[in-house]
């Protein structure tokens, strides 16, 4: 829910939740409110029900995804980098004793599953939150490959067949694009119309016609909208690979095209 003023706001939770607990009820059921936590952007009165505060926190988990209050997902990147950060005494140790497609198979079994899932939402943040979790990644991958601290990063990555952390974010993206487009029917009716191709709303031929419509964002905060940017990465692809209609054929060819994106901004920089 949101709302301009904090009074009305607070009165509206307030009756939300009276008004699903009547429904729990109805239904012969129970909402636990011990269970039930409530967050604010940025603050707010209390939530009662039945007289009972429900407990206001700053961070709080959903669906696997830990959502914090400001919005920087800065305790979900410290929990997936508690989780994976066990492995390195463990990798070390092994290193040595196990053929190169058994460390492969181990690194997509521990450490991929845990930065894969959310990394559509976490992903979004900024580079001073994900620094540490990339840096571990890497860490982790040349472990297990028994390379240098000089060796590229990059190649860590293609050694394994994978994508470091933003090009993951990119690609999974990229992907919900591409279902969105190809596979409406994936996806609640709400979400029909989400975007908007350039054809619809231009009168002439230009080389942007087929592209999605970018609404002007001026601020950071907006480019890093989902619909924005996502429309933004869609209308950077080629045509070749956008025509795909498989999300499998597309997955494996836009890891491909990332991959190789990567490999000549290197060069660039080098």
């Known amino acids: 829910m949101s709302g301009i003023d904090i ?6 939770s307030n009756y939300c939740i009276e008004t699903l607990n009547q429904w729990f009820i109805a239904n012969r059921l129970h909402m636990n409110v011990g269970k039930t936590n409530i967050m604010v952007f940025p603050k707010t009165k209390s939530v009662k029900l039945n007289e009972m505060n429900i407990k206001m926190v700053h961070q709080c988990r959903y669906l696997g995804i830990y959502v914090d209050d400001m919005l920087t997902w800065s305790h979900h990147i410290d929990i997936i980098y508690s989780k994976i950060l066990k492995y390195i005494g463990i990798f070390y140790k092994i290193r040595n004793k196990l053929p190169m497609v058994i460390f492969k198979n181990i690194y997509f079994a521990f450490v991929h599953p845990n930065i894969l899932y959310g990394i559509e939402i976490y992903g979004n943040t900024s580079n001073v939150y994900l620094k540490k979790l990339i840096t571990l990644n890497n860490k982790l991958l040349r472990i297990l490959q028994n390379k240098p601290n000089k060796f590229l990063v990059q190649d860590l ?9 933003p090009e993951l974010h990119t690609r999974q993206l990229l992907i919900l694009v591409h279902k969105f487009l190809h596979h409406p029917h994936q996806f609640p009716t709400a979400f029909a119309n989400y975007f908007t191709s350039n054809c619809t709303i231009q009168q002439y031929n230009t080389r942007e016609k087929e592209n999605l419509h970018l609404t002007s964002v001026s601020k950071d905060f907006g480019k890093r909208s989902f619909k924005y940017k996502t429309s933004k990465l869609w209308n950077q692809l080629p045509l070749s690979l956008k025509d795909y209609c498989s999300v499998k054929q597309f997955s494996s060819k ?4 990332l991959q190789l994106a990567d ?8």
């Open 7 to 12: 009074c009305p706001l607070n009165n509206k």
């Open 157 to 165: 990555y293609l050694n394994f067949d994978t994508l470091a952390i």
């Open 254 to 257: 836009l890891k491909i095209y």
């Open 263 to 270: 490999i000549y901004t290197t060069m660039c920089n080098v």
